[in-house]
């Protein structure tokens, strides 16, 4: 039996399971969902208290921002939203960049960058949450 180029002897289910052509589309989708709702109840953990400190001297601030609940907390929400912004960032780069070099310096760009914000705001809160 001979296959006719541009046909496949996949099955219309297998075609489907493939998961396009860079094998990760719904994984990328779901983790971005993941951390969506990672933010959100992290948002929802942070706020009372970035709402406590508001109005608060420098002391006070320091205070409720070295505690360590309050600094796992925070740690938590600042690794979510990196992450989440990189993998959103890294979608709208591979769906409308369509130069195969401009693509993989953007996503290397992204991927600095990410890691970048990310631990500046990590050393930030461990500084304070360990009295630096």
Same mark, same amino acid.
């Given at each position: 039996?001979?296959?006719?180029?541009?046909?496949?002897?996949? /099955?219309?289910?297998?075609?489907?399971a !493939?998961?396009?052509? *860079?094998r990760?589309g719904?994984?990328h989708?779901w983790?971005?969902?993941?951390t969506?709702? #990672?933010?959100?109840?992290? =948002?929802?953990i #942070?706020? +009372? =208290?970035?709402i406590?400190? #508001?109005?608060? !001297? @420098?002391? *006070?601030?320091?205070?409720?921002?070295?505690? +360590?609940?309050?600094? =796992?907390?925070?740690?938590?929400?600042?690794?979510?939203?990196?992450?989440?912004? &990189?993998?959103?960032?890294?979608?709208?780069? $591979?769906?409308?960049? @369509?130069a $195969? !070099?401009? &693509?993989?310096?953007?996503?290397?760009?992204? /991927?600095?960058f990410?890691?970048?914000?990310?631990? #500046?705001g990590?050393? *930030?809160?461990?500084? =304070?949450?360990?009295?630096?």
């Amino acid at each position: 039996m001979s296959v006719s180029p541009g046909s496949s002897m996949r /099955t219309p289910r297998r075609r489907v399971a !493939g998961l396009g052509s *860079a094998r990760s589309g719904t994984g990328h989708f779901w983790l971005q969902r993941l951390t969506a709702l #990672a933010n959100l109840l992290l =948002i929802l953990i #942070a706020l +009372p =208290i970035v709402i406590c400190v #508001a109005g608060q !001297g @420098h002391a *006070a601030t320091l205070a409720m921002l070295g505690h +360590p609940l309050v600094a =796992i907390v925070l740690l938590l929400l600042l690794f979510s939203v990196c992450y989440h912004m &990189k993998i959103g960032m890294q979608v709208v780069i $591979e769906d409308y960049v @369509h130069a $195969e !070099g401009t &693509k993989v310096l953007a996503l290397v760009a992204n /991927t600095f960058f990410t890691i970048a914000v990310g631990s #500046a705001g990590a050393f *930030a809160v461990l500084k =304070i949450s360990f009295g630096g």
